[in-house]
């Protein structure tokens, strides 16, 4: 498959999941806000997501992307004649790309994590998902070319 052929997908697969992690991480954090008692107004929540999609989203677009980088492409090879399994491939090469990914930013930061959701189970699994989703877009809009394109 040409390289030309996975920029657009590869770039819409890393926008979905870092959008949605942008977002879960932001209201992670509200939410332990709101146990501690703080009231967190709608407007409030808002306001935040859009500085957090701003603000964390280029550093968590970074990470997602490395990942990515390594783990479509693989996801590719293997695929090669197994049509069957597709959705699940990409589904895992998302999540265990980010998983492994962050790993490695964890070892390698100065502070316990470097992403406050990666701190909980929840938050890491929520974190996963959101790549695991980015992976099965990356698939989806491979689909129609798969079959054209050698």
Same mark, same amino acid.
């Given at each position: 498959?040409?390289?030309? &052929?996975? !920029?657009? =997908?590869? $770039? @819409? /697969? ?5 959008? *949605?992690?942008? #977002? ?29 999609? &701003?603000? !964390?989203? =280029?550093? $968590? @677009? /970074? ?5 990515? *980088?390594?783990? #479509? ?47 909980? #189970? ?29």
């Amino acid at each position: 498959m040409r390289i030309s &052929l996975l !920029f657009r =997908p590869f $770039l @819409a /697969a890393v926008l979905l999941a870092t959008v *949605l992690g942008s #977002l879960l991480q932001t209201h992670l954090n509200l939410a332990v806000l709101q146990a501690h008692g703080i009231a967190v107004p709608v407007t409030v929540r808002l306001h935040t997501s859009g500085l957090d999609l &701003l603000g !964390f989203g =280029p550093t $968590l @677009a /970074a990470l997602v992307a490395t990942a990515f *980088l390594v783990a #479509l492409p693989l996801a590719l090879w293997l695929l090669r004649g197994r049509d069957a399994l597709g959705w699940p491939l990409f589904a895992l090469a998302g999540a265990l790309s980010l998983l492994a990914a962050l790993a490695v930013a964890n070892a390698l930061a100065p502070m316990p994590t470097l992403i406050a959701a990666n701190r909980t #189970l929840a938050g890491t699994l929520g974190l996963m998902a959101c790549a695991s989703a980015g992976g099965l877009l990356f698939y989806a809009l491979l689909r129609p070319t798969r079959g054209r394109v050698a």
